[in-house]
């Protein structure tokens, strides 16, 4: 079984901290993706990554980077973290880039007060 | 870009009833179309997706319907059980070019036993 691991369920961070948010796929996918899930709005793609060390922004990628220096593991970067980056936070693979199987980590709840 | 729109945000029904979620797109070049449950604490997994040259498809007691002409798709749950209690996610996009997979807003399945 495919399985994408999210490195912290649960973070409480303060307005400004720096934020990292950790996911590893253990079945070679190519392709890894943030996706950040709000109530009412569903799944939007924040950044999303095809190859190691290569990026593509997706549709709300404003005050996010992201960084893929191995296959397997792809972190999502809060630089400076906002009260409106409160959400869950999903990591997901696949093998093909969109039109394939995702697959989903369990997910981030990030609080920032 | 894509846009999708779901219905309803929240469903309930008797256990054993039939439940039913539609979905509208946009873009009349997509052509991929997938369908994730989400259970409680949980990431989404794929239940089943159709591409444009299907009109319907089935995997046991779900089933899938796709209208082109009128751009929407919808899921259907037959002898619905408790175990089909979920937040449900449908998902637009087409594999020409670079288009992303675009999700709609999600249904809250609730199944009264």
């Known amino acids: 079984d495919v399985k994408v691991t999210q490195s912290s369920r649960y973070l409480v961070k303060r307005t400004g901290e720096k934020v990292f948010l950790e996911c590893v796929q253990d079945?070679?996918?190519?392709?890894m993706f943030w996706y950040r899930q709000d109530p009412g709005l569903g799944l939007r793609l924040i950044y999303f990554s095809y190859d190691v060390k290569m990026k593509e922004k997706g549709d709300i990628p404003e005050g996010y980077s992201v960084s893929r220096e191995k296959k397997e593991r792809f972190s999502l970067i809060l630089e400076s973290a906002s009260t409106n980056q409160t959400s869950m936070y999903l990591c997901?693979?696949?093998?093909?880039?969109?039109?394939?199987?995702?697959?989903f980590g369990e997910g981030s709840r990030l609080t920032v007060l | 870009g894509e846009n999708v729109e779901q219905h309803p945000s929240t469903l309930s029904v008797q256990e054993g009833d039939s439940a039913v979620i539609k979905c509208t797109y946009s873009?009349?070049?997509?052509?991929?179309f997938p369908w994730y449950k989400q259970e409680l604490g949980k990431g989404p997994q794929l239940i089943i997706d159709i591409r444009s040259n299907v009109g319907e498809k089935k995997d046991q007691r779900i089933a899938v319907t796709l209208n082109k002409t009128a751009k929407h798709f919808s899921l259907h749950i037959t002898e619905t059980q408790p175990e089909d209690s979920a937040v449900y996610f449908c998902?637009?996009?087409?594999?020409?070019?670079?288009?992303?997979?675009?999700f709609g807003t999600g249904t809250r399945l609730t199944i009264i036993p």
């Open positions: 079945m070679d996918h190519e392709n």
């Open positions: 997901a693979s696949s093998v093909g880039q969109h039109t394939g199987e995702l697959f």
């Open positions: 873009d009349s070049a997509s052509n991929y």
């Open positions: 998902a637009a996009t087409s594999n020409f070019g670079n288009e992303k997979l675009t």
